[in-house]
């Protein structure tokens, strides 16, 4: 057997510097190999060009109509799918890789007889569960039979939370046994003192690129009303930049990863009021700075984002729920310590990338003696 193991991307994000830092101190006999699918497509401009014409073919009338973005759709066509696993399985060689292993679900990298592992925080058909997700929004009957491949032809499908594991076993028929919840880590570390005092600061904190996704208008409105029981309160949002006119908000807008720690130190609270949320690795990186946690009722947070004890659930969309919330724990700073406590300790114990590597690295092992 070979000495490597590939590992397959699609898009540059941190997460993916942590899994492969992960799985190299899981296997150290092996070196990694990295295949990035993403760039292998965009090097081949026929193919992209191609590809364009099954964008406007598969989704023209969705992006016309402003319910799809070209972006999201150029790695969502039949064509681009099929294309991606031809070219992720010509380099894929049984004597040269012990196992191959891809982190997301939007393309297949397997390669028959090499053992491959998927690692996921979602599926298209999990969007379902969004009680305000529209149908006519899914990407084509076609691409999601597509999808359906990925988790079959796994030899193990690793995911981030016992949301996404539901949906790879009930929407795509997926066995059981071949459907693990990992969880994930914190991208920002856990290796630090958190300060007391900051929950006296009436802080709140909001960190997220995609402004409306994340709930950011209704935090504003929610906001504004907390202003009212609580003048001195502060709003902070980091990772997008969007227009406001409101007292006491400081608008950052992207910052580096290692900056992060800055304002996840000085937050009294973190709110992610998302309407749509697959995982949400901010939130882990809120509790491992012992912030306590307001965000919806959606998505896979629900697995450390206990309510009353972690942090806070509101149902999602409710303004004047989130703002009767965050009223109350910036006013009580020992509920604040409290609930970021009990959610620091939460991410120590279960929460962090070597616990989620040895898990993976468990798993892979006993599918790899079993196919000796």
């Given amino acids: 057997m070979g000495k490597k193991f590939a590992f397959i991307k699609l898009h540059s994000h941190a997460i993916n510097a942590s899994i492969m830092q992960t799985l190299t101190s899981c296997f150290p006999g092996l070196e990694i190999d990295v295949i990035d699918v993403g760039e292998l497509i965009k090097n081949k401009k026929t193919l992209v060009l191609v590809n364009m014409f099954f964008v406007f073919k598969e989704y023209g009338l969705g992006i016309l109509l402003g319910r799809k973005k070209i972006k999201e759709c150029f790695w969502r066509t039949t064509y681009v799918f099929r294309k991606t696993k031809i070219l992720a399985s010509n380099l894929l060689s049984q004597d040269e890789y012990e196992f191959s292993f891809q982190n997301q679900s939007l393309f297949d990298g397997s390669r028959k007889g090499l053992p491959h592992y998927v690692y996921t925080d979602h599926t298209h058909l999990a ?28 030899t193990l499908n690793f995911t981030r939370s016992t949301y996404a594991s539901k949906s790879i076993v009930e929407d795509y028929s997926c066995p059981s046994d071949k459907v693990i919840c990992v969880y994930a880590g914190s991208n920002v570390g856990t290796n630090f003192e958190v300060d007391k005092g900051k929950y006296k600061n009436k802080n709140i904190l909001f960190v997220g690129i995609e402004w409306k996704r994340k709930g950011g208008p209704e935090l504003v409105e929610a906001f504004k009303q907390v202003l009212q029981a609580h003048p001195n309160a502060h709003l902070t949002i980091v990772g997008c930049s969007p227009k406001l006119n409101i007292p006491n908000c400081d608008v950052v807008g992207r910052v580096p990863l290692e900056s992060l720690n800055h304002y996840y130190e000085r937050a009294s609270v973190f709110c992610l009021p998302s309407k749509l949320e697959p995982f949400g690795i901010v939130l882990l990186e809120a509790s491992a700075h012992g912030v306590p946690i307001v965000t919806t009722d959606v998505g896979g947070g629900h697995d450390y984002v206990l309510g009353g004890e972690t942090g806070c659930l509101v149902k999602h969309g409710d303004v004047e729920h989130l703002s009767r919330v965050l009223i109350e724990l910036i006013g009580n700073p020992e509920k604040c310590r409290i ?17 989620v590597g040895a898990e993976i690295a468990k798993n892979i092992m006993a599918t790899l003696r079993d196919n000796k």
């Fill in 339 to 355: 609930l970021g406590e009990n959610g620091r300790r939460l991410v120590l114990e279960k929460y962090s990338w070597e616990k």
């Fill in 127 to 154: 969007n379902l569960y969004y009680p305000d997700f529209d149908k006519k929004n899914l990407y084509s009957r076609r691409w999601i039979k597509l999808e359906r491949t990925i988790y079959h032809n796994a």
